[in-house]
């Protein structure tokens, strides 16, 4: 079966003894240069992260036939973008692998890899055994303007994405951007993450406990996603597990990476010491005696510190990305509600971890906590944890249920799902096309993209489509676009200013939310509340009722609009950290109502 693909290439059935053999190959390569390449991610990480990752990745290739039903058609070109951690093993689930069922895939060294990536890329073979795999040079912008083009025919104003999947990594505002940008029929695959919160019950097995919180929280300094954001302990175990997380804490060795002996080391980002300081700093009420909270600027380092706060004060629902232990001690056991169902919680769900028993968390699984079933048997760990060996495996589905956690969104549809780069592309892009006549059709339209041209551009949440261009030419309609100054079609795309680009916040204005008066901040409570009551409103409906929040009808026309401006200016503050962005109404009904939900909690 060959299907002539884009013009010049083909879709191919695949010849799965051909890529098995191709995979154990890389894998005893990677065996027998164990000592180069560890030397080389040592510049990056510690030794124990090294060993992990070479595991991993030997585990994904050598098993690679566990996964063999995915390999049937090869699709056309992927584009992956990858996180800061685990270089090697990211790097063979999100490219490698993938590289195996695609013409093309393409990537970006991220940033603060590009000292050692292409060191590791030369000892590992890349260009020998996985020659599709294209390494971009060009800059961001350039790349997205690249990879999210559309192939069109221009007779008969139709067109294909160039990129049929990407895959990405990353925190979940990124995602949101990202996904914007490329068109709703390319497949996009997104790893984001989670809370996994882990809890300790009263009749666990505290040393073991204890252990596995150490691995999780101090693996790649924190910097991973499967790091719990809270562990939950019991109190009748509450003071053991503490005294038993100290005595250990003692023996972590922090320093540099060359030093295998050291469990911590520097952080990847020097920029995260600012957010990480802030953090501790907003905290320094719950910091346990034995460990001060100290950041060494200058190594980029930061020990591992503990922070002892009851869950009754509140959760920690902040994703920390550093060694920082975040200790909440529960009274009883329903009390685990305070976190399980707190709203915080939900967007992010991924894993949950239990040592002993608990009556609330077994009845977690399959329940719906407002509408949603947040954990399945498969995000569920008992006695064991995200990093145990055989936990966490490449040729299985990662991730979870929340919605910044992970998901698959194809045609406008995002389903929350832990996912596995090979198994959906294969069910959402190959499987459509085994269907009685569908090749053919994906054939013929094929045939007719005979000339590439920029359709598709970058888009970035906050800009609506201007009133002179066409929405025709965008593919997704009524998106929010960052209009590139490109020349496509007959259609002229106009540069604007960096002044009309909006990016939603990452974190909630928390500087500009402490200068609110009480007044103001109803006003916001009330159209959060709106949001998260009604799931489905009409633009119209919606318009009226953003303008009447802050209208008071014994007020003069000319008064109510200066209410309404200040309350408007308000919103664009705690969205977008400026004084104005796009149409309000359509914008909130457009945007992940959850995150918007998020930056409005005042």
């Given at each position: ?18 890529i ?55 699709i ?107 068109d ?14 882990l ?53 972590i ?12 080391g ?83 769900a ?49 991730g ?7 998901s ?8 929350p ?11 959402r ?27 598709n551009?970058?888009?970035?949440m906050?800009?609506?489509l ?19 100054g ?12 960096e ?26 409570h ?17 318009a009226?009722?953003l303008?009447s ?32 962005g ?21």
């Amino acid at each position: 079966m060959s299907i002539r693909a884009h013009g010049s290439k083909h879709m191919d059935s695949l010849d799965f003894v051909s890529i098995q053999k191709t995979a154990l190959a890389f894998a005893r390569h990677i065996e027998s240069h164990f000592e180069e390449i560890a030397s080389i991610l040592l510049e990056y990480e510690s030794f124990e992260v090294v060993e992990d990752e070479v595991r991993r990745t030997l585990d994904l290739f050598n098993n690679l036939h566990e996964n063999k039903k995915y390999f049937v058609l090869r699709i056309n070109e992927v584009t992956s973008f990858l996180p800061r951690n685990q270089p090697l093993y990211a790097f063979s689930c999100f490219v490698a692998v993938p590289s195996l069922m695609a013409q093309n895939v393409y990537f970006r060294i991220p940033q603060s890899m590009r000292g050692f990536f292409p060191k590791l890329l030369q000892v590992l073979k890349i260009a020998e055994f996985f020659p599709n795999i294209i390494i971009s040079n060009k800059e961001r912008l350039e790349f997205l303007k690249e990879r999210s083009a559309l192939l069109v025919d221009p007779k008969q104003d139709d067109s294909l994405p160039v990129t049929d999947a990407v895959i990405f990594t990353g925190i979940s505002h990124h995602a949101e951007r990202l996904r914007c940008i490329f068109d709703p029929r390319t497949l996009f695959i997104a790893n984001g993450s989670g809370h996994n919160p882990l809890v300790i019950a009263e009749n666990a097995d505290i040393p073991k406990a204890a252990e596995a919180a150490l691995k999780l929280q101090l693996y790649n300094q924190g910097q991973d996603c499967a790091a719990p954001n809270a562990i939950l302990v019991h109190r009748q175990v509450y003071q053991r597990f503490l005294r038993l997380l100290r005595s250990e804490l003692q023996k972590i060795k922090t320093g540099p990476y060359d030093d295998q002996s050291c469990t911590v080391g520097p952080m990847s980002e020097p920029d995260d010491l600012k957010r990480i300081g802030t953090f501790m700093v907003d905290n320094r009420n719950w910091l346990d005696a034995s460990t001060p909270g100290i950041i060494r600027t200058a190594e980029a380092m930061v020990e591992p510190t503990m922070l002892c706060k009851p869950l009754k004060a509140g959760g920690n629902f902040t994703e920390i990305f550093a060694p920082i232990i975040f200790v909440q001690k529960y009274e009883q056991d329903d009390e685990l509600s305070l976190y399980f169902e707190n709203s915080h919680y939900a967007r992010n769900a991924m894993y949950v971890t239990l040592y002993g028993d608990s009556v609330y968390i077994n009845n977690l699984i399959g329940r719906k906590i407002e509408g949603k079933v947040l954990h399945q048997s498969d995000t569920f760990l008992h006695n064991t944890h995200l990093h145990a060996p055989g936990i966490e495996r490449g040729t299985q589905p990662y991730g979870g249920y929340g919605y910044s956690a992970s998901s698959i969104s194809l045609h406008g549809k995002i389903d929350p799902k832990p996912t596995c780069p090979q198994r959906d592309i294969y069910e959402r892009l190959v499987k459509p096309l085994l269907k009685p006549g569908k090749i053919k059709e994906y054939k013929d339209a094929l045939r007719r993209m005979t000339k590439r041209e920029m359709k598709n551009i970058p888009k970035l949440m906050g800009l609506r489509l201007n009133s002179t261009t066409d929405p025709k030419h965008n593919g997704q309609g009524k998106s929010y676009l960052d209009f590139l100054g490109l020349e496509s079609g007959g259609v002229r795309y106009q540069e604007l200013p960096e002044q009309n680009i909006f990016s939603l916040l990452e974190y909630p204005n928390a500087e500009f939310i402490s200068h609110m008066d009480q007044g103001s901040k109803q006003y916001v409570h009330a159209l959060r509340k709106s949001l998260l009551r009604n799931k489905k409103m009409d633009q119209g409906d919606f318009a009226v009722l953003l303008y009447s929040i802050p209208k008071k009808p014994e007020l003069s026309e000319h008064k109510n609009k200066i209410r309404q401006l200040h309350f408007f200016r308000n919103i664009y503050h705690l969205l977008f950290g400026k004084e104005s962005g796009p149409r309000l109404a359509q914008f909130l009904l457009d945007a992940d109502r959850s995150n918007i939900c998020e930056l409005l909690d005042v």
